[in-house]
């Protein structure tokens, strides 16, 4: 059984940085799983922030956070990082991680109900 675990979330000033983990156990290899983070601000739906596919690491970014966040690969920790700069107020949310096991690429990854796998979620709350 896939289990995700975030990291990383807190409270930073408009402008700060914060960089998530989303660590995998249950005898997974990360390399083989594509990893999606989504987020969910109060009131609002989850959304696709970013992802990183299996194999070769394809990224792929939701437009308001291109150049701003970067998603990335430690297959040695088996954990996918997600790199949070020049944070704005409305980028506070719940932010989660998701996996699933190889299968579909692309921007299909930008579909929540691609992913078999969820992390409890972590909160970030960025101060204006």
């Known amino acids: 059984q896939v289990q995700l675990v975030e990291s990383g979330g807190g409270l930073v000033q408009a402008g700060g940085s914060l960089r998530l983990s989303c660590a995998a156990s249950?005898?997974?290899?990360?390399?083989?799983?594509?990893v999606g983070w989504f987020r969910q601000a109060p009131d609002k739906e989850r959304e696709f922030v970013a992802a990183i596919s299996w194999g070769p690491g394809n990224t792929y970014y939701k437009d308001i956070v291109k150049g701003r966040f970067t998603i990335s690969r430690d297959n040695a920790k088996n954990t996918v990082y997600l790199q949070m700069n020049s944070l704005k107020a409305e980028d506070t949310a719940v932010y989660y991680c998701?996996?699933?096991?190889?299968?579909?690429?692309?921007?299909?990854?930008?579909?929540?109900?691609?992913?078999?796998?969820w992390g409890q979620g972590t909160q970030v709350t960025v101060s204006s």
């Open positions: 998701a996996a699933r096991k190889e299968g579909r690429t692309g921007w299909a990854l930008a579909l929540s109900g691609q992913y078999d796998y």
């Open positions: 249950g005898g997974t290899f990360i390399s083989a799983f594509s």
